[in-house]
T-cell receptor, first 112, second 113 residues
């Protein structure tokens, strides 16, 4: 069966520090991968998606970047965090042509 | 930009009551999904509706997709405390080899025992 792992679950980082969140998928090949951010009182905002290794599409200009070094690995990064980067970050996957998304359990990031 | 408006934003009801939440857009979607999210967790897919006018039932939950594929509703019969959570609708757009979701802001449901 397919599973998705996302870590860490919670993170408190000072302003200006770097960030690296990792997401891995097991049990499937060539998934579409997504990073979403969910702010309090707001819906899920798509940040990045990837249809293959090294292929990253950015939806929102911001202080973040994403990379896909392996087929089932998706990384969200920042060189210098801002207070506005605080939020709940979710990784998700779907199959090409599939309409069901499976989400990870999320990372609660607080920038102080 | 495609937007999905969900209403109500908050809903607090007694156990055993019925409720309906709505998801509306001015845009047409190829399909629409409903998710439920519990605090500190990722959303979990409940259902996908594809055809205009489609009705799907999942135990006490009934999902309907509008004829024009712009809106949807979720009806819960005899709500239970376990139904408590954030209900999110998401419109599906296909293109560039990736299926992207546009999420509404959600309806936060509290079912009081």
């Amino acid at each position: 069966s397919q599973t998705i792992h996302q870590w860490p679950a919670t993170l408190v980082q000072p302003v200006g520090s770097p960030l690296s969140l990792e997401c891995t998928v097991e049990g499937t090949s060539n998934p579409n991968l997504y990073w979403y951010r969910q702010a309090a009182g707001r819906g899920l905002q798509l940040l990045f998606y990837s249809v293959g290794i090294g292929q990253i599409s950015s939806e929102v200009p911001q202080n973040l970047s994403a990379s896909r070094p392996q087929d089932r690995q998706f990384i969200l990064s920042s060189k210098k965090l801002l207070l506005s980067d605080s939020g709940f970050y979710l990784c998700a996957w779907s199959l090409m042509g599939g309409v069901g998304y499976t989400f990870g359990s999320g990372t609660r990031l607080t920038v102080v | 930009t495609q937007l999905l408006e969900q209403s109500p934003q908050f809903l607090s009801i007694q156990e055993g009551e019925n409720l309906t939440v709505y998801c509306n857009s001015s845009s047409v979607f190829s399909s629409l999904q409903w998710y439920r999210q519990e605090p500190g967790e990722g959303p979990v897919l409940l259902v996908t509706v594809v055809t205009g006018g489609e009705v799907k039932k999942l135990k006490r939950l009934t999902f309907q997709f509008g004829d024009a594929r712009k809106d949807s509703s979720l009806h819960i019969t005899a709500a239970q405390p376990g139904d408590t959570g954030l209900y999110l609708c998401a419109g599906v757009n296909s293109g560039a080899g990736s299926y992207q979701l546009t999420f509404g802001k959600g309806t936060k449901l509290s079912v009081i025992p």
